[in-house]
Each structure stands twice: as C-alpha cells, then as structure tokens.
C-alpha cells in the first residue's frame, strides 16, 4: 500500500473496513485502528523525535470464536505491511527442542522480501514480457547476423554493390517478417502453437538443518551456496507460446530486479511498520499457582519473548533487523490464567488490554447473514454450482442462531465456530444428497426445518456434546 492510500485509511476506514467481515467487537476495532494509523503518524513525525516513538502493544482478551484471530487475518489483508501470525505455543525455552522466539522475526522479513519483490516484478512485467517475445521471436525467426566486412582483393565495384543489395534485402525481410510475427504474437494468435526453448531448471529441494538455537531458520541455503559456485542448470522445455511467454517473462522479470535492493527496502518495511500477531498468549501465562512438575516452557517463554517486544536486533540471512518499533498484538482466551499471570515486564510491554464480547444471539443472526464472507452465503455458493438455491427464511436463520446460543451455554462456549457444526449437521443430507436425489431447485430452510432436525441432538445433552 502506498504511503498515500495508507494516508486516506484513517481509523473511521479502517474500522469500517473490518465491519465489512467481523461483527460487534468495537473496542478491539478501535484499538487496532488507533495503533494501524499510529504507525503512519510515527512516519510523519521530525527525525529525532520519530525514534523515541514506540508501538503501544495491545493484548486481545476474549473467549475463543468471537473476532481475535479473524480481526488480524483482516488487518493482514488491509495494510500492505508485512505481518505474521504465529502461536506462541510453538515456542520453547531457549535450550529445548522447538522453535525459538527470533524465528518470528526471520520469518516476518521472509514475508516482507517476498512482498517487495512481488511489488517490482509488477514493476517491472511490462519490460520483462516485451523481452520474452524477442526471445520467442528469435527461435522462431532467428535474426540475420551482418557478415563482417572483408577487404576485398580486386577492386570490381559492381558484383559488391549487387552483393550488398542482396545483404540488405535479407535483413529487411527478415526485420519485416520479425514484425509480421510480432503483431501475431501480440494479438494471441500464435498461442497455441508449440515450441521448443532453454529455461532455467527448477532448484531441488533442499535439505532442512535442525539443530539447537534455532539453526532451522539461520538461512543456511545449502542450494544457494552451491548456486553460487555452480553454473545455473538449463533445460529444454516443449509447451505452448502462451505458457512460454509466461515462463520466460518470469526468468527476465527476475534478472531485472536488483535483489539487494530489495532487501534493503524490505527490512526498512518490517522495522517500521512490520506487524506481529502472538495468538495463544495465554498458553504460555502461568495459571496462578505453582503447577507441579517440570514447566520448561511457559517462562522461559516470556522471557525470550521480552527482548524481542521491548526491541533488539535479530539476525536474519537479508541483514539485521531492529524491533524496537514493530507492532506486537497478542491474544488469548485466559481461561485458566489472567493476563497479571503474565511476568511483570511482559505486562509492561502489552500496555493497551481490550477484552471481546461473548457472542450474543442478535450477533449470531448478523454473522450468518451480513459479513462479506457470511457462512449463509458460502454455503448458497457451493450448491448454487449444482444448480440448486438456498433459501434460508428470516425464521430459520433465528432458529439456527437460538440454537447455537443454547448449546454454547450448555456445552462449551466456542464463540461463532458453534454455527459451523450446527449448520454442517442442519445441512448434511442436502449436501449428500445433491445432485443425485434433490428433489427441487430450490430448497427452503424454514425454522420448523431447524427445529426437525436439530431438536433432538439439542434436547440429548451427550449426543450435543458429541455432535454439536
């Protein structure tokens, strides 16, 4: 995203935007928005105040299924900054096997060098598909090459002016036939046409090095430092021209790009405005009490984490990067612990606390119904490829919702994740028995449908906790 387009998603915009797909949930909304539009401001600022300006880090409480994981999926996709989401169970103390805490990072400037190129190769596509037609074009007319001049022994002036006429013929056709060809090529004409051509053979996959403090992720490219000693392979490919184009414009979009560049501008984009999304903080909080036995993890976690958040320097295979001003959002339910079971300094780095809202059934009936991605609508889509229609009634979505809040509140409450199992079961013979057995285009789901298929499973408390 442009420093412009990202000057006009003001908090209003971006709260708007995310309205578009999670419902309720305003103070988290307002939080995230505050902080997004925080990283711009942070840009505007003079030189020696902007360093002194740290990312307000937010912790998301709130039961599971009701926005924390969806509200950053959406932030990812809105801002065109790098961000990643990871679980902080992954991670292990320093010193045990697992993953460590740096790893984030290396992964988070891995998303933002992928990024960055995918921004100059759209750069610089025009110029690399132009240069993949001449190539195309030289194999199938090959150029005429200018002999070298010779000194010619007698000077007879006429049998070399016929000659040279001759020379000159030979380049105009073949430059006119070129031209000929290249409209062709340009109308699509020739695309399914075969040929033959050198490309660039795919590297093997290469191996993984495991082994303590993270060597996994220490960029060790075992393919890359013998791509280096190494001649590139070549080999002879047979496809169309409309899959050679494709191909070929890919090997000169990738010589065009200055990859050191790249890298430079993609560590900048992760310092300043790389997000961090730590889902599962809870898991690592201790739970109040002193738990028996060992507990290598949950510490040991937080205190390899600390660094990290508070800013350090992190070694990635593109150069080091600074964390001092990435945006860390944590999120957990707390169910067993409270976000003050977290060590002091953690607390300390996560200033902003916003707890979400339990689902309420007047959520539940808008969730079905009004966001882009609604589930009602998902599931209208897939039969709608069978040529069936599915008419849910403004009863039967009530009925469907009714129905979630109560098993949430008798069985488990696992937020909107309870209309999934409800509708898979609700809609389960209609999606077997499409399109074999359907006995109209148009199915209709009213409230007296729910009710016969769904009583029975809601009234028996161990058959709901089993199926539901």
């Known amino acids: 995203m442009s420093n412009k387009s990202m000057k006009e998603l003001t908090p209003t915009k971006i709260v708007e935007e995310l309205n578009n797909?999670?419902?309720?949930?305003?103070?988290?909304?307002?939080?995230v928005a505050i902080a997004l539009r925080n990283r711009w401001r942070r840009q505007q600022v003079e030189d020696v105040l902007r360093e002194e300006i740290l990312p307000n880090n937010i912790i998301l409480i709130g039961p599971t299924g009701v926005g924390k994981t969806e509200i950053s999926r959406r932030l990812a996709k809105l801002t065109a900054a790098p961000f990643i989401k990871v679980e902080a169970s992954k991670f292990t103390e320093v010193g045990y096997v697992g993953r460590d805490v740096e790893s984030m990072i290396r992964d988070l400037t891995d998303f933002g060098v992928n990024m960055v190129k995918a921004e100059k190769t759209k750069e610089v596509q025009p110029k690399a598909e132009e240069m993949a037609e001449e190539?195309?074009?030289d194999i199938l007319i090959?150029?005429?090459r200018k002999p070298q001049p010779v000194q010619p022994v007698r000077?007879?002036?006429?049998?070399?002016?016929?000659?040279?006429?001759e020379d000159e013929s030979e380049e105009y056709k073949n430059e006119k036939t070129r031209e000929w060809m290249k409209q062709?090529?340009?109308?699509g004409e020739m695309d399914e046409k075969m040929i033959e051509f050198d490309s660039q053979a795919l590297p093997a996959i290469g191996m993984q090095v495991m082994g303590p403090m993270g060597m996994d992720d220490m960029g060790i490219n075992i393919q890359e430092i013998m791509g280096n000693i190494m001649p590139k392979k070549r080999k002879k490919r047979k496809t169309t021209i409309a899959e050679a184009r494709k191909l070929m414009a890919q090997e000169e979009a990738q010589k065009l790009i200055d990859m050191e560049t790249v890298q430079q501008e993609a560590i900048r984009k992760v310092e300043e405005s790389g997000i961090v999304f730590i889902d599962e903080i809870d898991k690592v909080a201790g739970n109040g009490s002193k738990s028996q036995g060992p507990d290598v993890s949950r510490e040991g976690v937080q205190r390899d984490l600390l660094?990290?958040?508070?800013?350090?320097?992190?070694?990635?295979?593109?150069g080091i990067v600074k964390t001092d001003h990435i945006l860390f959002i944590a999120s957990g339910a707390f169910h067993v612990?409270?976000?003050s079971d977290l060590i002091p300094e953690m607390q300390g780095r996560f200033?902003?606390?916003?707890?979400?809202?339990?689902l309420t059934e007047d959520d539940f009936v808008k969730i079905l119904t009004t966001p882009q991605n609604a589930l009602l609508k998902q599931y209208s889509a897939l039969l709608g490829t069978e040529g069936v229609k599915l008419d849910f009634t403004e009863e039967g979505i009530c009925e469907i919702a009714k129905i979630a809040t109560q098993v949430n509140e008798q069985v488990e409450n696992i937020g909107a994740r309870r209309l999934h199992t409800i509708l898979t079961t609700l809609l389960d013979e209609i999606l077997f028995d499409v399109p074999d057995k359907v006995p109209s285009e148009t199915v209709k789901i009213t409230a007296e449908f729910v009710k016969e298929k769904l009583d029975k499973i809601v009234k028996d408390r161990d058959l709901s906790k089993f199926i539901l």
């Not at 000077?155 to 006429?165: C, G, L, Y």
């Not at 062709?184 to 109308?187: D, G, Q, S, V, W």
């Open 155 to 165: 000077t007879e002036p006429q049998p070399a002016e016929v000659k040279q006429r």
């Open 142 to 144: 090959p150029p005429v």
């Open 21 to 31: 797909y999670i419902i309720g949930q305003t103070d988290a909304k307002r939080a």
């Open 135 to 137: 190539r195309i074009l």
């Open 337 to 339: 612990s409270k976000p």
């Open 307 to 318: 660094p990290i958040v508070e800013g350090t320097n992190v070694n990635t295979k593109y």
């Open 184 to 187: 062709k090529l340009k109308k």
């Open 351 to 358: 200033p902003i606390r916003v707890e979400l809202l339990s």
